[in-house]
């Protein structure tokens, strides 16, 4: 059974200041890993997918990494700012399970002024 | 290209009521997903729906819980006889193929009285 789990559970960073966040899953035998942002009482945003023949993917100011055989991504933010203050969520689909994802625990940042 | 939509985004029931929840994929997306989040948890998958068929109904409840993709008009999550377990937020999520990147809804939040 996939497991999937995301270090550390909260962050708190000054603004500008360039971070990391962690994502591991027991299963290696994953389709693709996505990574969503979860505002309060909000829907999911997705923010990139990685296959899982690749090895990183970049949009704008985020970038993760996939590392399948390691079972671990990371998502890297570079100068955050107040407005990336949320729930970031990692989630895989394994292979042969249809499509459905599972869920990491996620990590709340807070980036302050 | 509006995105997916949820309706209602709230939702309030007393126990033993049915509760309808209602989910627009994206356009030109046939495939849906159901996640449920319920308070101080994860997201967990609940089914998976293609037009007119169940791929996936693994993380839906046995009893009580019922999903359909029809033809034409939205996909529906279906609870019956709700009970106070049952608050929770409920996420739809659509994507163009299996496999391809999942978008998600604003949700809708269910309280049972």
């Known amino acids: 059974k996939q497991e999937v789990t995301q270090i550390p559970a909260a962050l708190s960073v000054p603004e500008g200041e360039n971070l990391v966040l962690n994502c591991s899953f027991t299963?290696?035998?994953?389709?693709?890993l996505q990574w969503f942002r979860q505002d309060p009482g909000k829907g999911l945003t997705s923010l990139l997918l990685?296959?899982?023949?690749?090895r990183e993917q970049t949009s704008g100011r985020l970038n993760a990494s996939l590392d399948k055989s390691s079972g671990r991504s990371t998502l890297y933010i570079a100068a955050s700012q107040p407005g990336d203050s949320a729930t970031y969520l990692c989630?895989?689909?394994?292979?042969?399970?249809?499509?459905?994802?599972?869920f990491g625990t996620g990590t709340r940042l807070q980036v302050t002024l | 290209n509006a995105g997916v939509m949820q309706n209602p985004r709230h939702l309030v029931r007393r126990r033993g009521q049915e509760a309808r929840l209602r989910c627009s994929p994206m356009?030109?997306?046939?495939?849906v997903y159901w996640y449920r989040q319920l308070p101080e948890e994860g997201l967990k998958f609940m089914v998976y729906?293609?037009?007119?068929?169940?791929?996936?109904e693994s993380g839906m409840p046995k009893e009580r819980f019922s999903a359909e993709f029809p033809k034409e008009g939205p996909s529906i999550l279906r609870i019956q006889q709700v009970v106070r377990g049952d608050s929770a937020a409920y996420f739809c999520?659509?994507?163009?193929?299996?496999?391809?990147?999942?978008?998600f809804g604003p949700g809708t939040r269910l309280t049972v009285l």
């Open positions: 729906l293609q037009k007119e068929n169940i791929i996936d």
């Open positions: 356009k030109g997306h046939s495939h």
């Open positions: 299963d290696s035998a994953i389709y693709n």
């Open positions: 999520a659509s994507s163009p193929q299996q496999g391809n990147e999942q978008f």
């Open positions: 990685i296959q899982s023949s690749q």
């Open positions: 989630a895989v689909v394994n292979t042969g399970t249809a499509s459905k994802l599972t």
